[in-house]
């Protein structure tokens, strides 16, 4: 906590980071605060002005702009309150990445080009077209022999002048920087200029795990990993979900992966199967309507199971010359597919007014016109628009 006082406060709009609308609300500037803006690949600090939530923290020149969701008084002595738990995994994970960053440029010449710090992990892209697998265990190895060195960080401001800085670690200040350079030393490992809240010793990172590579831009490399309490809550899910998986199974967790295959064997038998008996009843249904000794000029069918292929045989069977068939299949109160089969110019010109009373979209050609249906339940609609075009068609049908 931190008692400062209001310096300005002016109305505002925030844009959720999720999309949507704006957010009324106030830009606050304090004469002091202990929240950290947004910067350097760290996301910004939350906390409580008073009893008003800070939602968004961001930097402007040298002045921390807070945005609030109720005005408050300039002039007037506040109390800031910090969230802690936001703040330490910050930290952990910040720190964690320069030393990750200074560890893998040591090892094997992986310079860092950029990171960024997620909500679930975090990311480093490395200056290589390709990292292995031997180099993550190696890197990772090393990590956490530093974390239980105990290795001291510290942080020093020097002036912006200072030829010292040439020989820090650096991708460059913001153009609108002002006032000292920050300097976070790692003893004996590091010295980078940053922005961000860091740990002051290595062991309060507690551990470090880097959860593998991912292919990043041009001729880099994406490192994921994660540190201190993300790497216990990450534990704890994987244990939940093992927990769940054993009493799913009925085996034990080094015989999930070999269960799970087999059953996804069995599933794509009973897909197999379960496509042939569709197959086959889409065959007998197209029969026994061709067996009938007067056939009807429209056929309408409706299956919650099923797919394009088991209407399209349907169709197949039974022939669109004269006759003209509307299909779907899916559940009645979804979404679902529809077929409109028949003579050409007939499908040419119901198709899409078909479409467009399911709340679907389709396509068709040379008699046939398929899409997805969003409302099911209009199936009569579609069928009463089809009788009474055959009705006009054959007036004394």
Known sequence: QFTTRVVSCRAAELRPEGGGEPVCGFQVVLEDTILFPEGGGQPDDRGLIGDVPVLRVTRRGSEAVHFVPAALEPGAEVLLSLDWERRFDHMQQHSGQHLISAIAEQMFGFKTTSWELGRQRSVIELDTPS??????????????????DRVPVTVRELAADDPE????????????????????????IDSNLCCGTHVSNLSDLQVIKLLGVEKGKKNKTNLVFLAGNRVLKSIEQSH??????????????????????????????LQKNN??????????????????????????????????????I????????????????????????????????????????????????????????????????????????????ISHQNPGA
Do not use: W, Y
């Not at 990292?131 to 239980?148: D, F, G, P």
């Not at 061709?290 to 409706?302: D, G, R, T």
């Open 314 to 389: 349907i169709a197949n069977e039974i022939g669109t010359e004269e006759t003209l068939l509307f299909l779907t299949v899916g559940d009645e109160k979804e979404a679902g597919l529809f077929l409109l089969a028949g003579p050409v110019e007939a499908v040419e010109n119901l198709g899409p007014r078909v479409a467009e009373l399911l709340g679907g979209k389709g396509a068709g050609k040379r008699g046939r016109f398929q899409g997805k249906a969003a409302k099911m339940s209009r199936r009569g609609e579609v069928q009463a628009l089809l009788q009474e075009f």
């Open 131 to 148: 990292v292995t697998a031997e180099q993550v265990e190696a890197l990772e190895r090393s990590l956490n022999e530093k974390i239980r």
């Open 165 to 188: 800085i040439e020989t820090v670690r650096s991708r460059g200040l913001p153009d609108d920087h002002v006032g000292p350079v920050r300097v976070v030393d790692i003893k004996g």
């Open 240 to 269: 939940s979900t093992e927990k769940a998986l054993t009493s799913l199974l009925k085996n034990g967790p080094g015989e999930h992966v070999e269960a799970v295959k087999r059953l996804q064997s069995s599933v794509k038998l």
């Open 275 to 312: 496509l042939n008996l569709l197959r086959d009843i889409a065959v007998l249904i197209a029969r026994d309507f061709k067996s009938k000794p007067a056939p009807k000029q429209l056929f309408v069918l409706h299956r919650k199971e099923g797919d394009s292929e088991f209407m399209n």
